[in-house]
């Protein structure tokens, strides 16, 4: 009999709902759970795919120390005994932790324990200092807390949304999808969207406002500016309940002058501003919505308070269908900032500069020590690392060497270190390599716990798996190394629902409404409440038993005077400017069906089919300036370094400015890494990094040859200079560039594909004088593996290729058709991706459009079923439609 558990998706902050039914054969399979509040059904192609992501393969199964596998015992001892010497040798600030918004609640909860309250250190830091640390600052300049006013409802209800440095149709098409089925059943409501480059958002605004990059602050000053005199300011609410709107007010109008003046300067045109901000004024239900493009920046912090102080001064804020809304990049953020997993946080909303509250923490934990201030941000951690000051770090669940900007600089740090603990899921990764204990840790569909979302619903991750080999919880884990460090009473947990009722006590400790997180009302909770616990918004309290939607409404804040507080922004230009030597800015971000750095995704078939290499978009005009070609390969470099990515030109892509996707890292490039290239800067009040900005110059890299090859192994394409490899179904795929031709392409050939025994067919073509070869490998009469080299990029299309690693055999024709490089037919090559819900190819919706007479998106879902799923497709579908 089949067995269902409603869980929550492990990728981005919305949060959404899931169910894993396993058949009694072992089947399982994920759907978008209907009852859940955050997606009511809805599952983005990440999300879809997630049945293809829950194999063994790359796990770290067993503990290993030095490289040599061995018992819990020894790993766990050996972890708590490096860390006590290099303690008592050099003190606690000496050693570090750096975790991840992909922790449970009760994971981070433990680890924030272990470090301040008995380690004595505040060096625990997040990879949320990547993506959400600007948003915390600004919220709590703000309102006093570090809290999102609104919810998902409020885009629903809205009649004007702003997405300001949000790709919402591909970070997050589940919340997208809602606004598109609002805006279809409310046809009045607007959607305005302000990006540098013509995203799949973009495309589907009413209004683009494709800003200068970093020009943000200087568009909202101007709004503030025009609200103020075109009489939108509500009086009631800025006298009653805000502070500092005059001195706010002077700043945007010292910055933002004239409308002329803000058009300018943002590139715009200023009929568009005038649009953009008569939109504003007149619509008194509007959410603005911003993420990492307003969040990665060296002024971050204040471009969301020049957000925030246009919905103070109109009073739209507390009320349906209105406010500032903060769209959170990771599936738990906001659960580590609750528990204080930032480094200058101490934990439930309380601060570690305030002599009360640590009192009050280090009371209810029983703590020997509470850090005075506040410890190492991201950036500066691994700086430390790298000058010896940091000697310990313990990395959980994420993947530095490859998310941090200047990442050489992180891989000299931890190549330095003199102690590297990693828990992780996969035994082999970028920062994994330089471990020398690694911990194996559970994962999604194998662990338990809470997590918080976009808009503080706290929803549960539940188990449907056993644990691989001898995978553990990640607060089992830390719970057992401090008990060896002499903490036990501290750490006896038992099990993850225990943790959570401490976690949940403390909220609600001495908490008279002065802090906003409290669930104090769920600090009772017993085993089976908690395993039955169903989605619900903080706070949770005895006077909010159901959960809160919208905070606000009521007109009290937390700052010490609850009230609101305007904050006084001036315009700040990106530090990193273009110059002669690095005349194109370079933007970062992510692409659609990919997630961090591809340790899930990439194992997806249907995912990798998308997007299967790492790559620079550029406008048409620089392209043809700079001798840059669509399909080439480029250098892109900057003054941190170089990476060699394939080339897409696009008019999407704003003139001077360059995009590369962050994913891509060693494990599957052999030259991806985009954050090579990102210098160090950061916003000086979050310590968040800038990835959106930094100067960088483009040349075509030349290859004597380029190919690819596809194996039902993983192998090592040694000769090529470039290599990129994805999942496909059956095989891995991999493109692949050289710059010396071999003296023999038949051994070279051998040395990829014959490292495998067994009955071994063998067939070859070769033109040595031009660098044309193929070849292709057989078991028992299976296709097991194939390469294609050429002198140039006119090379097989791969679709047809890949499909016949589906076939037990191959006929004469299919072999024939490899050593030919020509399809057996036309309806085998169908096309790149375009649908990944639906696996629907490129050439199949081409043929629907221009052959059955599919003239829109509509007909196109029914009859091909492409656009059907997530939606995340549509975009590019409308855009086929139009070329027809």
Known sequence: MSRSIKTTCPYCGVGCGVIATTSDQGEIVIEGDPDHPSNYGRLCSKGSALAETLGHEGRLLMPQV????????????????????????????????????????????????????????????TNSRLCMSSAVVAHKRAFGADVMPGCYEDLERAKLIVLTGSNAAWCHPVLYQRIIESRRQNPDLQMVVIDPRATPTAETADLHLAIKPGSDAL????????????????????????????????????????????????????????????????????????SQGINQSASGVDKINAIINCHLLTGRIGRPGMGPFSLTGQPNAMGGREVGGLANQLAAHMEIESASDRERVKAFWGAPAIPQQGGLKAVELFQAIESGKVKAVWVMATNPAVTLPDSDQVRRALDR????????CMERTDTSRFAHIQLPATTWGERSGMVTSSERRLSRQRAFLDAPGMARPDWWIISQVGQRMGFDAAFEYRDVSQIFREHAALSGLQNNGSRAFNISWLADLDAQDYEQFTPAQWPLTCAATKGTPRLFGDGVF?????KAHFVPVTHRLPSSKADACYPMILNTGRVRDHWHTMSRTGLSPRLASHTIEPYVEIHPEDA????????????????????????????GQQSRSLFIPIHWNDQFAETGCVNRLLPAVVDPLSGQPEFKQTPVSIQERPFAWHGFLFSRRQLQPAGAIYWARSSGTGFWRYEI?????????????????????GDVGWMEYSDQAVNRYRAARFEDNRLESCLFIGPDLKLPSRDWIAALFNKQTLDAGERASLLSGHAPDD?????????????VGEKRILEGIRIQGLNSVELIAEKLKAGSGCGSCVPEIRAMLAAG
């Open 66 to 125: 030095n490289g040599e596998p061995c018992d819990w015992n020894l790993a766990l001892d050996k972890v708590a005994e490096g860390l006590q010497a290099i303690i008592q040798e050099h003190g606690p600030d000496a050693v570090a932790f750096y975790v991840s918004g992909q922790l449970m609640t009760e994971d981070y909860y433990v680890a924030n324990k272990l470090m301040k309250g008995f380690i004595g250190s505040a060096n625990i830091d």
């Open 219 to 290: 568009l909202f000053n101007g709004l503030l500016v025009y609200l103020e005199q075109c009489g939108e300011r509500n009086s009631l609410f800025v006298n009653q309940v805000t502070e500092a709107c005059d001195e706010a007010l002077a700043a945007a109008q010292r910055d933002a002058a004239s409308l002329e003046q803000v058009a300018q300067r943002c590139g715009l045109a200023l009929a568009d501003v005038e649009r953009f901000y008569r939109l504003f004024a007149r619509t008194e239900r509007v959410v603005t919505v911003y």
């Open 417 to 424: 270190c003199e102690l590297v603990i990693s828990s992780d």
């Open 558 to 562: 937390f700052a010490v005077d609850k």
């Open 624 to 651: 043809r300036g700079l001798g840059v070609a669509d399909g080439t390969l480029a250098q892109v470099r900057s003054a941190q370094g170089a990476v060699v990515v394939r080339v897409k030109v696009t008019p």
């Open 737 to 757: 560039a050289g710059d010396s031709t071999p003296e023999s392409w038949a051994d070279m050939a051998r040395s990829y594909l014959c490292s495998k025994g």
């Open 827 to 839: 309806k085998a090559d169908v096309g790149k991706t375009i649908c990944a819900c639906h696996g």
